[in-house]
């Protein structure tokens, strides 16, 4: 097989459609991540906690919180 120049437009636009659908669709199963604080006794590690339940809610994704201490 030879690739030419044409060829590899085609593939690159065809590769990039592809992914452009498969970013846009939504996944079955939602994502997990667990986000392990040294503590949540001061304001600094209550806004992380806060910024990072608030944006898990608006991606969609199951947040799990623990401390370390």
């Known amino acids: 097989m030879v690739i ?4 590899i437009r085609t593939i ?9 659908l498969c970013a846009s669709l939504p996944s079955v199963a939602a994502e997990k991540i667990c986000a392990i604080y040294p503590h949540l006794k001061d304001s ?5 906690n806060y910024g990072m339940v608030s944006e ?14």
């Open 56 to 69: 898990a809610e608006k991606q969609g994704v199951n947040l799990r919180v623990l401390e370390a201490g």
């Open 12 to 20: 690159f636009k065809h590769s990039v459609l592809a992914a452009s």
């Open 4 to 7: 030419n120049q044409r060829s």
């Open 44 to 48: 600094y590690w209550l806004s992380v």
